[in-house]
């Protein structure tokens, strides 16, 4: 219902940058949160960085100060630019959007299909 497009991942050497992107479509009437999550090899998935509709971030604390979330609410789309990276950046990442569709009250979460970066040392 709500599909979520990403791109910008790839390979890159530690201490480059990529720019990741995540569009949201469908029939939305709006949406809260946008975020990125990943997961490592052997790993649990764990939450990158959110943004919320009023420009509120937050961030995990192994990305403080190198990555940057930032939003296009009129296009429904969120970015994540990651400087300095690092081998242990190395992940799926995914989109998350939690979105209220068209004549419902609640939002619900939606995602992404994972892109994958990969930072070689």
């Known amino acids: 219902q709500v599909p979520l497009v990403e791109s910008g991942g790839g390979l890159v050497q530690a201490g480059g940058s990529l720019r990741l992107s995540c569009a949201a479509s469908?029939?939305?009437?709006?949406?809260?949160?946008m975020g990125w999550y990943r997961q490592a090899p052997g790993k649990q998935r764990e939450l990158v960085a959110t943004?919320?509709?009023?420009?509120?971030?937050n961030y995990a604390d192994s990305v403080k100060g190198r990555f940057t979330i930032s939003r296009d609410n009129a296009q429904n789309t969120v970015y994540l630019q990651m400087n300095s990276l690092k081998p242990d950046d190395t992940a799926v990442y995914s989109c998350?959007?939690?979105?209220?569709?068209?004549?419902?009250?609640?939002?619900?979460?939606?995602w992404g299909q994972g892109t994958q970066v990969t930072v070689s040392s």
């Open positions: 943004i919320f509709s009023g420009g509120s971030t």
């Open positions: 469908g029939s939305i009437f709006s949406i809260n949160a």
């Open positions: 998350n959007a939690r979105v209220r569709l068209p004549y419902y009250m609640s939002y619900r979460d939606y």
